[in-house]
């Protein structure tokens, strides 16, 4: 029934290590992003992908790298984890190219600790 | 470019007090405007939403109104309860991109 949800919901590993975070969507929807919620709950867009496509590609460390299989799917790979990448990832996704009142809908995060 | 700029939290109330959060914002266009609150350990979830100029959102006793003269967004409850607590996000989506502009986040904490 969940309509975003992200895998795993806690990740704790060693610092220099490579994980993967995925993200599955089953609302249909066009579009799928990234955010990084720091321990202020300031929230900061990492990427998104419409169709498949990469549309938005912030300020991000090419450490990290989002891969969208498909429409429903967006997976983001972090290389050589640091300890500052220690945050809560959010997945969300949205419906309508170029509309703009469609809300985002979220998973429930994953939460990276870097030892 | 686009901002979204909210009263700086924690805010501290008790039950059944009036709640305002402080929202404005920046845009190029007519940006959709909107209100997502995240509960502890969640994601965020969408409140409310106004899509132009003098439109009223409202959701579970929430309110928000759309001001383009105030570039102006703030949320309203008559009577906030304990399970009211948590972060509040001023959000706004300008046509014809997919990105959305997040403001800082407002913490509320309601005490009985």
């Known amino acids: 029934d969940t309509a975003v949800s992200q895998t795993p919901k806690y990740l704790v590993t060693q610092m220099g290590n490579d994980k993967s975070i995925k993200c599955e969507q089953n609302?249909?929807?066009?579009?799928m992003y990234w955010y990084k919620q720091d321990s202020k709950k300031f929230l900061k867009i990492m990427f998104s992908y419409n169709n498949k496509e990469l549309i938005i590609n912030e300020t991000v460390p090419n450490r990290f790298s989002p891969k969208s299989p498909d429409k429903a799917h967006l997976n983001l790979h972090i290389n050589s984890l640091e300890l500052g990448d220690s945050a809560v990832y959010f997945c969300?996704?949205?419906?309508?190219?170029?509309?703009?009142?469609?809300?985002?809908?979220f998973g429930d995060g994953t939460r990276l600790s870097i030892l | 470019g686009d901002s979204v700029t909210q009263m700086e939290g924690p805010v501290t109330l008790s039950e059944e007090a009036f709640l305002t959060i402080n929202c404005t914002y920046t845009?190029?266009?007519?940006?959709?405007l909107f209100w997502y609150v995240q509960y502890p350990g969640e994601g965020l979830q969408l409140l409310l939403k106004?899509?132009?100029?003098?439109d009223k959102g409202s959701n579970k006793g929430f309110e928000a109104t759309y001001r383009k003269e105030t570039t102006s967004f703030h949320l309203e409850k008559g009577s906030v309860q304990v399970s009211d607590s948590a972060v509040y996000f001023c959000a706004l989506r300008s046509g014809g991109y997919q990105k959305v502009t997040f403001g800082t986040g407002t913490k509320l904490q309601v005490i009985p």
């Open positions: 969300a996704s949205s419906q309508g190219t170029g509309d703009s009142n469609q809300p985002q809908h």
């Open positions: 609302l249909g929807h066009d579009t």
């Open positions: 106004a899509t132009k100029a003098d």
């Open positions: 845009a190029t266009g007519y940006p959709s």
